[in-house]
């Protein structure tokens, strides 16, 4: 019988920030775990070009920068999002003073889904370009179903290091004999090079 490996669930989304992405070597600090994962959806960056000599299509050039990325959160403790480098926390006042422009910083996107086979898939996406973050619209009905989500949108790109893949990924093994791996591959610092 076959594992049924459908996805069900999205859950223990997790940033770590990437404190070297260059042709020598590739590093990312920690996971930071994002509580309450929603939805994340994904669009391909790509532009093609097409040359015609003689009037017919002599080539098509595809290049691909990497995929658009929007992830939905119930909500991010502002301590939180400034331990991520998205602002500054004030402790006494518990005020986040923040720029949600956030352009250029880079993170490696880690997260877990859950398949009909209770066995879930670990990702590790070791480029996610962070370009902003917002809250979702409010509602001044106390009986609305909305809610107001936090919105955190990127790129997910190519590391620069040459020969290092885009992404990884694991599966919890039937006997769950690689959970704690499983684990730590979510949260584990990353240094290649």
């Known amino acids: 019988m076959s594992t049924k490996r459908a996805a069900t669930g999205f859950k223990g989304l997790a940033l770590a ?3 070297q992405n260059d042709l ?3 590093v990312s600090g920690n996971g930071e775990a994002l509580p309450f994962a929603g939805s994340m959806t994904r669009t391909s960056k790509e532009s093609t070009t097409d040359l015609y000599y003689d009037d017919d299509l002599y080539a098509q050039i595809k290049a ?3 995929e658009d990325v929007e992830i939905r959160v119930a909500e991010v403790p502002l301590s939180r999002m400034a331990e991520l480098g998205m602002g500054t ?3 006494e006042t518990e005020t986040l003073e923040a720029d949600f422009n956030i352009a250029g910083k880079e993170y490696a996107l880690r997260f877990v889904v859950d398949t009909l086979s209770g066995l879930p898939y670990y990702f590790n996406y070791r480029v ?3 370009t902003g973050i917002r809250f979702d619209n409010f509602t001044t009905r106390k009986d609305s179903i909305s809610v107001c989500e936090v919105i955190i949108t990127g790129v997910l790109k190519r590391p620069q290091m040459g020969g290092l893949a885009p992404w990884a990924v694991m599966q919890l093994k039937e ?3 690689n959970q704690e791996a499983c684990t730590a591959f979510l949260t584990a610092a990353e240094n290649k090079g």
């Open 64 to 66: 691909v920068m990497g």
């Open 89 to 91: 926390f004030n402790e």
């Open 175 to 177: 006997d769950k004999s």
């Open 17 to 19: 920030p990437v404190t």
């Open 24 to 26: 020598l070597g590739y």
């Open 128 to 130: 996610f370009e962070m």
